[in-house]
């Protein structure tokens, strides 16, 4: 009970003490972009992607449109087919290039798909140790990127694994079971290595991003990362899917939230995808369905693009960076298919119809969203004061958040939506907060240039 009184005192000074401030910081890089790692299968493919009257390159296209990012995969040694290996990437990252995007280059670890079911090792690694395993994986990665970089391809972006819920360079059983952390950090730890060490030996440093599908996941696969000594990352993706996952779009956005908070890393949606029809346009059978739709969200081209605005709006709103969709040009073919089918099993959920022609949720990648704006809480630091702590409902019940020193300051510096009201307590302890909060509301109007004031 003493220490409860104590806690209140601080709070009490505090919220007679504590402002609110525009921060004078850089705005963060905001990713709006598609992952085209089909495009070049759908050209030999002979697919005809058209935007009203005129055919149209789908690099340049999206960029037109709004795209400032390509997403392209790279497996190990696909001998099953011809793409998304090295030579193809090359391929694709000169056509993002040329079109003047972007390029997140994206390592399965795998001779085949990487996802949240399976992580299953390259044939040429299967039966190494654990340690030559690192030591091929640093290999593959560093030797990738020089390839790249000597021809003047180097991504801006690297994923270390794809979708690395379960244990990465592992068996389909082993990737479902709990993970041995010593393992997964030792390979983890060895692939950021060669992003970092690629970088600074070329003309690009890439930023690193880790990646997880469904946000239910994240939390406690990064929690879980950071204890066993995975903690070099610049970016999280997250795959977002109503299909697998059992979070609501809301319950994304907050799980957004508390991610800024707790790591000094930028979160993006890094793969989602909607049905503009739940018809089938080739005897292949749809991954998204029915069964993927949201209330409120038909399966229609209106339906397709409100979700990728509100999707988009939602991550920004809670101090995300960016969303990609995944495979937006993945179409029917009469020529080509896929182990599962003729065709695609992607054509309801491309951003093109059946008949190749650009739909009307292409638009979502040029809407003038509200981003939220840098800001500041500072509270005078008291002679001999230590550390401070802040709390309140803006990190999404991940506080009390330590404060950093600065001159004769303690600061805590983050970003809010324009307009947003916010309670908010600081305290010389990490226990407790919340109990006598101070209100900050933030008053104004527009995206940019917000007047902020802090009201005790």
């Known amino acids: 009970m003493r220490g409860k009184r104590r806690f209140f005192a601080a709070v009490s000074m505090a919220a007679s003490l504590l402002s609110l401030g525009l921060a004078q910081a850089a705005e963060p890089p905001t990713y709006l972009g598609v992952d085209i790692s089909y495009a070049n299968e759908m050209a030999d493919c002979g697919a005809v992607y058209r935007d009203g009257g005129k055919t149209v390159d789908p690099y340049p296209f999206f960029k037109a449109a709004g795209a400032n990012v390509a997403r392209i995969r790279i497996w190990n040694d696909p001998d099953w087919t011809r793409y998304s290996n090295l030579a193809?990437?090359?391929r694709s990252i000169r056509r993002a290039k040329a079109a003047g995007l972007q390029v997140l280059l994206d390592f399965h670890y795998s001779d085949d798909w990487a996802d949240g079911e399976k992580q299953i090792a390259p044939k040429?690694?299967?039966r190494l140790s654990t340690p030559d395993q690192a030591k091929a994986l640093y290999a593959f990665t560093r030797d990738t990127l020089a390839?790249?970089?000597?021809?003047?391809?180097?991504?801006?972006?690297?994923?270390?694994?794809?979708?690395t819920n379960g244990e990465i360079v592992s068996s389909l059983a082993k990737a479902k079971e709990p993970i041995d952390w010593s393992r997964n950090a030792l390979l983890f730890n060895a692939g950021i290595k060669a992003v970092r060490d690629a970088g600074a030996a070329?003309?690009?440093?890439p930023r690193v991003m880790l990646h997880i599908a469904q946000p239910e996941n994240v939390e406690p696969w990064f929690a879980a990362a950071a204890k066993a000594g995975v903690t070099d990352f610049d970016l999280i993706g997250i795959s977002y899917y109503s299909k697998w996952s059992k979070r609501s779009m809301a319950q994304l956005g907050a799980t957004i939230n508390r991610l800024r908070h707790l790591y000094a890393a930028d979160v993006l949606v890094v793969e989602t995808a909607y049905p503009f029809t739940t018809d089938n346009g080739d005897s292949s059978p749809n991954l998204l369905g029915a069964d993927s739709l949201i209330a409120g969200?038909?399966?229609?081209?209106?339906?397709?693009?409100?979700?990728?605005?509100?999707?988009?709006?939602?991550v920004l709103a809670n101090g995300g960076v960016g969303v990609v969709y995944w495979e937006p040009d993945w179409v029917?073919?009469?020529?080509?298919?896929?182990?599962w089918g003729k065709g695609s099993n992607w054509e309801n959920a491309a951003l093109f119809d059946f008949k190749g022609q650009a739909l009307e949720g292409v638009d979502w990648l040029g809407q003038a969203y509200v981003h939220p704006v840098e800001v500041v809480f500072t509270t005078p630091a008291a002679a001999g004061q230590a550390a401070a702590y802040i709390d309140g409902d803006f990190l999404g019940g991940v506080g009390p958040r330590p404060m950093t020193r600065e001159a004769d300051a303690f600061v805590y510096r983050?970003?809010?939506?324009?307009?947003?009201?916010?309670?908010v307590a600081t305290a010389t302890t990490p226990a407790a907060t919340g109990d006598a909060p101070a209100m900050a509301a933030i008053i104004g109007a527009g995206p940019t240039k917000v007047p902020l004031s802090a009201q005790p």
């Open 88 to 90: 193809d990437v090359k």
């Open 124 to 126: 040429a690694w299967a």
């Open 147 to 163: 390839a790249l970089d000597r021809e003047g391809l180097m991504p801006d972006l690297v994923q270390v694994g794809n979708e």
């Open 202 to 205: 070329g003309k690009t440093r």
């Open 297 to 314: 969200y038909p399966a229609t081209p209106a339906g397709q693009k409100n979700y990728l605005i509100d999707l988009t709006q939602l």
């Open 332 to 339: 029917s073919t009469k020529t080509c298919g896929t182990r």
């Open 414 to 423: 983050t970003r809010l939506t324009p307009g947003a009201s916010v309670t």
